[in-house]
């Protein structure tokens, strides 16, 4: 794995929070955003092309929904950090979220530079028991 | 059984006899009275004769060989087609015969020799009663059936009711779908970008002081976004002008605004109950848009609403394609339109044919 900023795929099918991701992986050279995707059929094929360390999934999406691509895009790379982000609060969410493998659930509106700083410091504890290999960290 | 009213006005009589003579005497007496006469000789003949001929009344000598005339008597009552058929026994004078004559349940008796004057005055009171009976009887026939059709059509109705209920619980709940939809799709969204936004703005407040105030800059045009979305909502929701101004300046607003030429026509209306404002503005709404989507090119519409006596009347017309109603399917709109109508009372009217135009009517009671 090259040493460098985490790489970073936005997946949402409403650009209001895809423009709002990208001003905030903006201001932080740690992260680096490598694509957006508007579905989870789009998030899986990039994924697979680009390899992201982390992906940034909406739950909600027309077609294939982010619990769906987050399970497509594990079972590909199990390496890679998933963080589930939603407009609709925790609570709404389908308790599939919690099986989906994702490292983390945030309500989009929560979503910034220190939370995110704060959810990739914290990584391995949140790693899902399920055995997955630790993603990678930017220093190396 | 429906019982049978003799319509004719010549009653029927059966005299029940063994002997010739007795027959005949009885017949001297009757048939010039206006009876129509028919005998039998015999206990079961008249059995038979009764279940053939309906006879109005029975003359029935007590003393026959074979079946008895108080055997005959209690058969008749034993029998429902029977029960109330009046039975005249003809007794000798004792008084024991007479006894028997009433436990065998007979309506009167008559002593031999009888007296002419006294026998049609007995006839004629008992064919009397017999028919007012079968009069009696055949309207409670008739009730009963009525009674059953109004059943089948409370039935019916109650049907149909639970039915357009179902539909307009189901319809609310599309609705409030689309709206919750459109809420999180729309102006919701924008405001979770606000709010990522601004909180990368307050982080930058203190390092990078003119970034942040860059990014609050461009904050502007989302809010005004996310306004406009929340404007388009609402007004989808319930439009203003309907609120403040009432239907003449909702209409109005709504035709000019229609996707098909429309002339409107809104003289005299004034304001109502909201759900008879709601309801006269959906529809008319649901009707421009199928004469827009439907009518075809080049057609055009007209709105009228007016009031008369005491309903609130409307119709939108167009001079378009037109189709059969009978044949076609009804979608969600003209559906929509018959249950919100329904529920408040109204009802409305589809007037179309393929290529002579159609016209929705619709009537809406304003009771107090
Ligand atoms: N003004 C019109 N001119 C011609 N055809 C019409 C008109 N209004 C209705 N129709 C016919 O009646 C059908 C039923 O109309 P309805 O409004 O119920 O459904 P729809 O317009 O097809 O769909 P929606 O559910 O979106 O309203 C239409 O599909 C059309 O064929
Ligand atoms: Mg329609």
Not at chain 1, 22 to 43: I, T
Not at chain 2, 165 to 174: E, G, K, W
Not at chain 2, 226 to 245: C, K, N, S, T, V
Request: hydrophobic letters at 40%.
């Amino acid at each position: 794995m090259a040493i460098g900023p985490v790489r970073v795929l936005v997946v949402d099918d409403q650009r209001p929070f895809r423009k709002a991701a990208r001003a905030v992986l903006d201001v932080m050279p740690e992260f680096e955003l490598v694509d957006e995707a508007d579905s989870g059929e789009a998030a899986v094929s990039s994924s697979a092309s680009l390899e992201p360390d982390l992906v940034l999934m909406d739950v909600h999406m027309e077609g294939m929904d982010g619990l769906e691509a987050t399970r497509r895009i594990l079972a590909a790379r199990p390496e890679t950090a998933v963080i589930l982000v939603s407009s609709y609060r925790v609570e709404d969410v389908a308790a599939a979220a919690a099986e989906s493998g994702a490292l983390a659930f945030l309500p989009k509106d929560r979503f910034g530079a220190r939370t995110l700083r704060e959810i990739w410091a914290s990584r391995a504890e949140l790693l899902p028991r399920t055995g997955r290999r630790e993603p990678p960290s930017p220093d190396g | 059984m429906s019982a049978q009213v003799s319509s004719d006005a010549n009653p029927k009589v059966l005299v029940v006899d063994d002997v010739p003579r007795n027959v005949r005497l009885l017949e001297a007496v009757l048939s010039p009275n206006g009876y129509t006469v028919t005998s039998a000789s015999s206990g079961s003949e008249a059995l038979e004769r009764v279940a053939a001929d309906l006879p109005d009344l029975v003359l029935l000598d007590i003393q026959m060989p074979g079946m008895d005339g108080y055997e005959v008597c209690r058969r008749l009552r034993a029998d429902p087609a029977t029960r109330f058929l009046p039975v005249v026994m003809i007794t000798s004078s004792d008084t024991e015969v007479r006894v028997n004559a009433l436990e065998a349940d007979a309506d009167d008796f008559i002593r031999k020799p009888f007296d002419q004057e006294e026998l049609l005055a007995r006839v004629r009171s008992l064919v009397r009663i017999k028919h007012y009976h079968d009069t009696i009887e055949a309207q409670a026939a008739e009730l009963a059936e009525w009674n059953q059709t109004l059943e089948a059509r409370v039935d019916e109705q109650t049907e149909e009711l639970r039915a357009s209920r179902t539909r307009v619980v189901s319809a609310a709940d599309a609705e409030r779908r689309r709206i919750e939809r459109d809420l999180h799709d729309g102006a919701q969204q924008h405001l979770i970008g606000l709010a990522v936004r601004m909180r990368l703005a307050r982080d930058l407040a203190d390092s990078e002081p003119e970034k942040a105030m860059e990014m609050l800059d461009a904050l502007g045009d989302d809010v005004q976004e996310a306004l406009e979305q929340l404007r388009d909502l609402a007004h989808g929701i319930y439009p203003p002008l309907l609120q403040d101004r009432g239907l003449p300046e909702a209409l109005t607003a709504a035709a000019g605004s229609a996707p098909i030429r429309t002339r409107i026509q809104v003289d005299g209306i004034t304001r109502y109950e909201p759900d008879v404002e709601a309801t006269v503005y959906f529809c008319c709404l649901e009707a421009l848009q199928n004469a827009a989507k439907h009518a075809g090119e080049g057609a055009t519409a007209t709105v009228n609403a007016w009031q008369e006596a005491e309903e609130l009347r409307f119709d939108v017309a167009d001079d378009g394609a037109g189709f059969d109603p009978e044949r076609g399917r009804s979608g969600v709109g003209l559906t929509n339109m018959r249950d919100r109508v329904g529920a408040i009372g109204g009802s409305l009217q589809i007037d179309s044919a393929p290529g002579r135009g159609t016209t929705i009517s619709g009537s809406i009671p304003l009771g107090s």
